[in-house]
Every structure is written in C-alpha cells, then in structure tokens.
C-alpha cells in the first residue's frame, strides 16, 4: 500500500485538523462550564495546584504524602462530575472527543500506523470518500421494516439477522455474504452497514462497486509503460479486512473479468478474508454468466441472502411527491 508524498500530507493534514477541532471543541465547552459553574472552575484550579505539588513530592521523594494526595485529586475529581451531571451535563462533557479514541487523532500507536490511518491510505488510494459519506449516514439503526411484508419481510429480517451475525463473529469465524433479489431492496444498504459497523471496529475495508473493481484491475493489468510495483492494487484488495463488491452483474463482462473474479475471490478465500458480494442477478443468471467455477465457490463459501419486494427507495419518492 504506497502513497505519494502528496497523498501522506493530505492524510497527515486531515489528522492536524481533527485535533485541531477537537481542541477548539473543548476549549468552548471549558468556558461554558466556567461561566455557568464557576464552582467547577475553582475545583480545576485546585486540581492544577495539588498535581503540581504531587509532582515536587516525587522529585524530593516524599512517598509518605503521595497516597494523601492521590486521595484528594480522586476526591476533587468525583466533586467535579457530581456537579456536571447535577446541572445535566454528562460526567465526559469536558473530555477531547476524538474521531478516532484509539490513537487519539494522531494516527499512530506506539510508532506504528493506527486502523484508521490504514483505512485511510485505503480510502485515498481508491477513491473511496464517496462510500465513506454514505457509511457515515447508514448504520442498522436506520433499518425499517415498514416497507415490506409477507415474505418480503422475513428475507428482510433473515438478512438483517445474517448481517449482525457477520459483525458480531467477524473477529472469530471466517465468512462471507451474498445478497442477491431485486432492485431497491436493501441489498448495498445492509452491505454498508456492515462495512460501516467493521470500520468503527478498527477493520479495513475496501469498496468497489463491480465496475470500478474491474476497470482498477484492468488499468494496472494493461498499463502501456509497464506495471509500477508501487501502486499494485491486487495485494490490498486480496488482504484487506472485508471487500465489498457491490452490484456484480452491472459491469462489462469478458473473458477477462470472469478471470479476474474467480482470481480475486479464490484468493480471498484461501487467505481466509471476509467478501461481501451484491447483486440484481437470479442466481441461474450469475451461474451462466460467470462459470460453474465461480458460482460453486459462492454456493460453497458464501451465506446467501435473498431480498425481494417492492423497490423501497421509489415507494419513498413516490410518498414524498404526494405530499
């Protein structure tokens, strides 16, 4: 996974801006506690000038008064959230919200790249900001059930049921997903709220949807002036955490993207990472279209998940004109 110099400073100023914002954040939030608590100021201040003191007490080596301490700060911390959640605030109201907790914004963990860091090389390298705006918007709390029924609903259900298990037994079950049915029925929803949920997790995760997947492959595979090692994407789209391969059937298929599918998803398999395929195919569709080959490894590693009924995202537009 290699960067430009370019695209490692555009990551790395991402990074100064989140702290950047966090600090101002909290600097805001520190004087409105002030000026609304100014028993809470008081107790800061106080804070600051029993730590300072704790601190000259371990340079001259006066152990006895430590514990003493240390029982006061403890005791000035609790007066501290007991006035907080008194006046409504939570007891974490003054503490740095960090988009990422584990690294805290820095992208770095003990000298090496945090998850999110690695997301983020992912994300430049493959454009996929896009995904990202959608991932942060659907989650499985957004899931309705209002819109189908009768059978419809109990593959909704089974699907969803399916898809919390995939992230509840990622980190200890290898496994895989195809969501196949008709169109607007959830199949890329479910398959980003997933993607969502493993990000959050601390996994990388790469999108593609079918066509951009096979134009990345053949614009590497094909290059006039020679393959460039640098920007081999075949490693990190076979090791990645979970690759999610949006509507497969909507792309030009040749010889060559039949080949370079079966590839792609037997290596995933022998390297025990985690894919999710979508599409709009009948299962007799995607077994003509791409081999006997290709759809007995789906059939044989994949768990598969039939949607159907009405296409959810017309029904809302239609309601919402006749309003």
Same mark, same amino acid.
Request: glycine residues 4%; contains cysteine.
């Given at each position: 996974?290699?960067?430009?110099?370019?695209?490692?400073?555009?990551?790395?100023?991402?990074?100064?801006?989140?702290?950047?914002?966090?600090?101002?954040?909290?600097?805001?939030?520190?004087?409105?506690?002030?000026?609304?608590?100014?028993?809470?100021?008081?107790?800061?201040?106080?804070?600051?000038?029993?730590?300072?003191?704790?601190?000259?007490?371990?340079?001259?080596?006066?152990?006895?008064?430590?514990?003493?301490?240390?029982?006061?700060?403890?005791?000035? !911390?609790?007066?501290?959230?007991?006035?907080?959640?008194?006046?409504?605030?939570?007891?974490?109201?003054?503490?740095?919200?960090?988009?990422?907790?584990?690294?805290?914004?820095?992208?770095?963990?003990?000298?090496?790249?945090?998850?999110?860091?690695?997301?983020?090389?992912?994300?430049?390298?493959?454009?996929?900001?896009?995904?990202?705006?959608?991932?942060?918007?659907?989650?499985?709390?957004?899931?309705?059930?209002?819109?189908?029924?009768?059978?419809?609903?109990?593959?909704?259900?089974?699907?969803?049921?399916?898809?919390?298990?995939?992230?509840?037994?990622?980190?200890?079950?290898?496994?895989?997903?195809?969501?196949?049915?008709?169109?607007?029925?959830?199949?890329?929803?479910?398959?980003?709220?997933?993607?969502?949920?493993?990000?959050?997790?601390?996994?990388?995760?790469?999108?593609?949807?079918?066509?951009?997947?096979?134009?990345?492959?053949?614009?590497?595979?094909?290059?006039? !002036?020679?393959?460039?090692?640098?920007?081999?994407?075949?490693?990190?789209?076979?090791?990645?955490?979970?690759?999610?391969?949006?509507?497969?059937?909507?792309?030009?298929? !040749?010889?060559?993207?039949?080949?370079?599918?079966?590839?792609?998803?037997?290596?995933?398999?022998?390297?025990?990472?985690?894919?999710?395929?979508?599409?709009?195919?009948?299962?007799?569709?995607?077994?003509?279209?791409?081999?006997?080959?290709?759809?007995?490894?789906?059939?044989? !590693?994949?768990?598969?998940?039939?949607?159907?009924?009405?296409?959810?995202?017309?029904?809302?537009?239609?309601?919402?004109?006749?309003?």
């Amino acid at each position: 996974m290699a960067l430009t110099n370019t695209q490692y400073d555009t990551i790395i100023q991402g990074y100064n801006r989140r702290r950047l914002d966090a600090r101002k954040q909290l600097e805001e939030r520190t004087r409105e506690i002030y000026e609304k608590l100014p028993e809470y100021k008081h107790l800061d201040e106080l804070t600051a000038s029993i730590s300072v003191s704790q601190g000259k007490k371990r340079l001259t080596g006066e152990i006895d008064t430590l514990d003493e301490l240390k029982d006061i700060l403890e005791d000035l !911390n609790r007066q501290k959230k007991l006035l907080l959640t008194a006046a409504g605030y939570s007891v974490n109201y003054l503490d740095p919200v960090y988009t990422c907790s584990y690294c805290k914004d820095t992208g770095f963990i003990e000298g090496e790249k945090c998850h999110c860091f690695k997301q983020a090389m992912l994300d430049m390298l493959y454009e996929q900001s896009n995904i990202r705006e959608v991932l942060l918007n659907e989650s499985f709390e957004d899931i309705s059930f209002a819109y189908q029924q009768g059978d419809d609903l109990l593959r909704l259900q089974n699907a969803v049921n399916n898809s919390k298990k995939f992230v509840e037994n990622f980190d200890l079950d290898y496994q895989n997903l195809l969501f196949y049915g008709t169109v607007g029925t959830g199949k890329s929803f479910l398959s980003n709220c997933i993607a969502s949920a493993l990000i959050e997790k601390g996994h990388s995760v790469i999108y593609f949807s079918a066509g951009d997947l096979f134009a990345k492959i053949s614009e590497y595979a094909f290059r006039k !002036n020679g393959r460039d090692s640098d920007s081999n994407p075949y490693e990190d789209i076979y090791n990645c955490d979970l690759l999610v391969l949006d509507d497969l059937g909507t792309e030009l298929t !040749n010889s060559f993207v039949v080949s370079q599918l079966f590839t792609c998803l037997n290596e995933r398999h022998l390297r025990r990472k985690s894919t999710i395929i979508s599409t709009n195919l009948p299962m007799e569709d995607l077994r003509d279209r791409y081999s006997d080959r290709i759809f007995s490894r789906i059939i044989s !590693n994949y768990d598969i998940c039939k949607l159907s009924g009405q296409d959810v995202r017309i029904y809302k537009k239609r309601m919402t004109n006749r309003k």
